[in-house]
């Protein structure tokens, strides 16, 4: 029993700082895409503002034409049940610490939802980022991200893999429009709703359809 815990809690330990090592590179690669597009976007229309920001060790931001991509590392090593994502495949049934993973989410929200409080807009789950013991990979995805399916051995973390994951992102969030309510929703406000900014006649985002199974 005692050898059973040391591997397990030294195989979480180890998955840990890869999964910090790859949202470090996430951080990097996000980086270096806000500079990229400032520079292509601000001679051609100076009021497009894309931009980066940190928050702590376990957050940051990207900003950029009315939407704002939020990804987040939990500290939490978890699992999945057997029939779950990569759980079947042989690559994972090889090794019992490859049972176990990071991982990384990035969420789309409208940008003023921030920016005002509005503590009642939705934000929504764009990708998930699993990472496991060797560095490896398996993305899961809203359907527009487009991402080609791949087994996991053969996706090690990499700044261009990374790269793609934030690009995708950024795209399934500017295709994701806003839809304003119908009338008869937005007769009636509430001073609630006035005291915390909830202006009703704000559009909503449509929503994603998500893959569970989708990975790159």
Do not use: W
């Not at 090593?77 to 049934?93: A, C, L, N, R, W």
């Not at 560095?135 to 990499?158: I, R």
């Not at 009636?188 to 009703?200: A, C, H, P, T």
């Amino acid at each position: 029993m005692f050898e059973g815990l040391k591997q397990k809690s030294s195989a979480k330990q180890a998955i840990y700082r890869n999964t910090q090592a790859a949202f470090d590179c996430l951080r990097l690669v996000s980086q270096e895409l806000v500079l990229e597009l400032s520079r292509k976007l601000t001679p051609l229309d100076s009021s497009v503002v894309i931009e980066y920001r940190s928050i702590n060790d376990m957050e940051f931001h990207i900003r950029f034409s009315g939407d704002l991509l939020v990804f987040v590392m939990h500290s939490n090593i978890v699992t999945f049940p057997d029939d779950y994502g990569p759980m079947p495949s042989k690559y994972v049934e090889a090794d019992f610490r490859r049972r176990f993973f990071g991982h990384i989410m990035a969420y789309n929200f409208m940008a003023d939802s921030i920016k005002y409080q509005r503590l009642n807009d939705p934000g929504y789950l764009v990708g998930r980022l699993l990472v496991n013991i060797n560095n490896h990979y398996f993305l899961e995805g809203v359907q527009q991200l487009e991402l080609p399916d791949n087994d996991m051995s053969d996706n090690p973390v990499t700044p261009e893999s990374m790269r793609l994951f934030v690009e995708s992102a950024m795209i399934a969030a500017v295709n994701n429009d806003l839809i304003a309510p119908p009338l008869p929703e937005i007769q009636r406000i509430s001073v609630k709703q006035k005291l915390e900014n909830q202006q009703v006649s704000r559009g909503s985002k449509v929503g994603f359809s998500f893959s569970a199974q989708q990975a790159f």
